[in-house]
């Protein structure tokens, strides 16, 4: 099979030749870019180490990157895929740890005298990242924290020069490659805890206090969110194959919400968006929601979820034995590959290699799983450690 079939078929519960992999397909299964670079050294790959999102300050995975370890899944980025800045006309720039990378042009932090680097945007900083950090922290009011006006809100609609972005990119990746596609094209805004950054406590109280604005909220960027993907599927036609949203659900040992204040409160909302897709396109849902989800999961079946990722197996809950035998006919598993928070980053390769393969055993008879890190590689972790995880799974059929 090539990579496109190979995953089309496990996102659709069949067997496949191998495990699918997705090794950077997406802002939530990619790689920190000094752990990229320090593995490419390791494969003895020498070229300049591309920051993607400066935001998570991820790697751009290249190609023989990912031919090396299987991977099967792309990425369709927004032309600027972090803060608004633009992925061209790159420039060199340095890591806290001294990894020679590429930026964007447009990626100017400023060095505060303690050390840190910030981002601004007119006179507001919008991000920091501590002295030595490896990311940026958002500091950026967004509209649940902000209490934002319904009336006078305009959530962000895909231009026509964001549309024809999609439509030559899909093209591209359609003809060009076999890999499957994969276009996150959530509501403008997370509808939960994306809505509440800047002061997710606030939100929350908002959240719990006031339905009827929380509703009048929710109804503007959701009609945004339905405009955007008529505008995006008219662009891309069928050369996508899964189309990605993101929220946060779940804490390590519970979701921060109850079963039925996510089912009043929210679940309606991401239904509408979900409901629109299946009756309009062949693409598939890949909800990413780290931590013990295991409550919502009947919820977010019903909501319209197809994929979940990335399956923090290491939360509350969250035992791949159970998750498989009560919902495996239901959900595509995507990510849980090994605890990426102690085994990935300390464990040796025969631990980890041993982690995987377990965690392959059981998600994989049947299909509907598909292999990546438990969200992003972080920094440090070993290219030894890396290397182990993918070989396991390249070795791996789906009838293991």
């Not at 662009?235 to 979701?255: E, H, L, W, Y």
Request: aromatic share 10%.
């Amino acid at each position: 099979m090539n990579s496109r079939e190979r995953v089309i078929r496990a996102i659709n519960h069949q067997e496949t030749d191998r495990i699918p992999i997705d090794l950077g397909g997406t802002r939530q299964s990619g790689i920190a870019a000094s752990t990229y670079h320090a593995l490419k050294k390791h494969l003895g790959i020498q070229t300049p180490t591309r920051i993607f999102d400066v935001y998570q300050m991820l790697a751009e995975v290249e190609r023989p990157v990912m031919e090396r370890f299987g991977a099967d899944v792309v990425g369709l980025h927004r032309p600027a895929v972090a803060f608004g800045i633009r992925n061209e006309n790159w420039k060199p720039w340095r890591l806290f740890d001294g990894t020679p990378v590429e930026v964007p042009g447009d990626f100017q932090p400023v060095t505060e005298p303690d050390g840190d680097l910030i981002l601004r945007r007119a006179e507001e900083t919008i991000a920091r990242m501590p002295k030595d950090g490896f990311y940026f922290d958002r500091l950026e009011k967004y509209p649940g924290a902000a209490h934002a006006d319904v009336e006078t809100l305009q959530p962000a609609l895909l231009s026509d020069e964001g549309c024809d972005h999609y439509r030559h990119q899909a093209e591209a990746l359609f003809q060009n490659t076999d890999f499957a596609v994969v276009a996150p094209l959530g509501p403008p805004y997370e509808l939960f805890y994306g809505l509440g950054s800047g002061d997710f406590e606030s939100w929350m109280i908002t959240l719990a206090t006031e339905p009827d604005y929380v509703a009048a909220l929710y109804d503007k960027l959701v009609e945004a969110w339905l405009e955007n993907l008529k505008r995006f599927t008219h662009a891309v036609g069928n050369r996508v194959q899964i189309v990605q949203i993101c929220d946060d659900f779940g804490t390590q040992n519970s979701p921060f919400l109850s079963v039925q204040m996510f089912r009043e409160r929210i679940m309606p909302f991401y239904q509408r968006g979900l409901e629109w897709i299946h009756a309009n396109t062949d693409m598939k849902v890949l909800l990413h929601s780290d931590g013990a989800l295991f409550p919502l999961i009947p919820s977010l079946v019903e909501m319209g979820v197809d994929i979940l990722n990335p399956v923090q197996t290491s939360a509350k809950t969250m035992d791949p034995v159970r998750l498989k035998q009560e919902f495996g006919d239901q959900l595509v598993f995507w990510g849980a590959s090994l605890d990426c928070q102690k085994t990935l980053p300390f464990g040796t390769p025969e631990e980890v290699a041993q982690e995987g393969l377990e965690h392959i055993r059981e998600f994989s008879p049947h299909g509907g799983y598909v292999f990546a890190s438990v969200h992003n590689i972080q920094a440090n972790v070993p290219p030894e450690n890396i290397v182990s995880m993918f070989d396991t799974a390249l070795a791996q059929t789906s009838k293991s």
